[in-house]
């Protein structure tokens, strides 16, 4: 269902309905529901939450590590959303690399979490440059939890890469959230051992060139953790509910 948009408070007017914790906006084309508008609205947004006029401060929740990947000098759009509301430690992997593509993403998050370096239980990860943290984090252990998987992944509506048996799998499985039932790779939410595990999965797989996590002749990770999502569903889901993503799109209103 469609929620009204509220007139008087600009925040307000710009947060999609629902409660998420973390809003994607990806890339996009105006079929896929990234539209000029909807740019626009979350530009306007991030520089709303950037300000911070109300001076909210939160933290990363207890067992918890903030993930993102980034080899650009300047800070990220996450970043600045970390720092403005006084989020210490976040990590973010990849200054030192010169050549980006989605391999070194799985590899970075890997590498990290072999050193030890990550001393928390779970561990959330997202994009650097089109996420922004809209509410305070402390819910999201208990949603997390909810839905009783290793890995939880953000949400799309957009069948990305185009592939039918995962399309098909997953409008099956989440059929009561049309708008928010395809596996996004923007951002996950994960216990940090199943996530290792399923990291050199998806590794060996670009390294043996498997067919299931290629797009042509390119290594897609996105693919890759649709065909494991298919494959070890339900300890892999889709944050079907948007309990703690939500794509920001031509369909951020609708609730189911």
Not at 122 to 141: F, K, M, N
Not at 236 to 248: E, G, H, L, P, S
Request: charged share 25%; glycine share 6%; net charge neutral.
């Amino acid at each position: 269902m469609l929620r009204a948009r509220l007139p008087s408070e600009p925040l307000a007017r710009l947060l999609p309905a629902g409660e998420a914790i973390f809003l994607h906006r990806p890339h996009g084309l105006p079929c896929h529901g990234i539209t000029r508008e909807v740019v626009a609205d979350f530009d306007r947004l991030s520089r709303t939450v950037l300000r911070n006029r109300d001076s909210h401060r939160y933290a990363v929740p207890p067992g918890f590590t903030f993930v993102t990947y980034s080899n650009r000098p300047r800070k990220s759009l996450i970043e600045r959303c970390y720092e403005a509301y006084g989020i210490d430690g976040a990590v973010v992997l990849g200054r030192e690399v010169a050549r980006w593509d989605w391999a070194v993403k799985v590899r970075l998050v890997l590498e990290y979490l072999d050193s030890g370096a990550c001393a928390t239980p779970y561990l959330l990860a997202t994009d650097a440059d089109d996420v922004l943290l809209v509410r305070d984090p402390q819910p999201l252990l208990d949603r997390f939890l909810s839905y009783s998987c290793d890995i939880l992944f953000c949400n799309t509506f957009v069948d990305w890469p185009p592939n039918r048996r995962y399309r098909d799998f997953e409008t099956l499985r989440y059929y009561a959230y049309p708008f928010h039932c395809h596996l996004s790779a923007g951002g996950l939410v994960a216990e940090k051992g199943a996530l290792a595990s399923r990291l050199r999965e998806i590794l060996a797989a670009h390294e043996r060139r498997e067919p299931w996590a290629l797009v042509g002749d390119v290594f897609d990770d996105q693919l890759g953790w649709r065909h494991l999502h298919h494959e070890h569903y339900p300890a892999i889901q889709v944050d079907c509910a948007c309990r703690v993503f939500k794509r920001y799109d031509l369909f951020r209103d609708v609730e189911e």
